[in-house]
């Protein structure tokens, strides 16, 4: 099965849905025929009356296609091509390959990032 991220007029995702696989042809109410690649069923899910407004990007649970598995709240990058995740903190960088990076880099041991401190600190747990 083939995944979809509704997206807004924000790139921002709005829902994921499970949809046909991209090399599946199938029949449309009026007749035509629909399907044959990703494209094709992106365009089909996104002129479906319950999706009015939103694009369909297809996206994929093995990360094989626009970087990661889109999720709601997500950002799509038009001109990368790549679904974004939230940053995690306010304080951290997205990096040229899309991941999000603290400001200072993560030492060895069992630490967690503390956004007030703005450093990483040892996990008492």
């Not at 499970?18 to 007749?31: L, N, P, R, Y």
């Not at 990703?38 to 009356?49: D, L």
Request: hydrophobic share 35%.
């Amino acid at each position: 099965m083939a995944h979809y991220a509704l997206i807004d007029n924000t790139n921002t995702v709005v829902q994921v849905i499970t949809g046909v696989d991209e090399d599946v042809i199938q029949f449309d109410t009026d007749g035509s025929a629909v399907g044959g690649s990703s494209e094709a069923w992106e365009e089909f899910y996104a002129f479906r009356p319950w999706f009015e407004g939103l694009t369909c990007k297809r996206t994929s649970y093995n990360h094989n296609i626009r970087k990661r598995f889109a999720g709601i709240g997500f950002t799509y990058d038009p001109i990368n091509d790549v679904f974004i995740e939230p940053a995690p903190y306010p304080s951290w960088i997205l990096d040229s390959n899309f991941d999000w990076q603290p400001p200072k880099p993560r030492p060895d041991g069992k630490l967690f990032w503390d956004e007030s401190l703005g450093d990483w600190v040892e996990d008492e747990a």
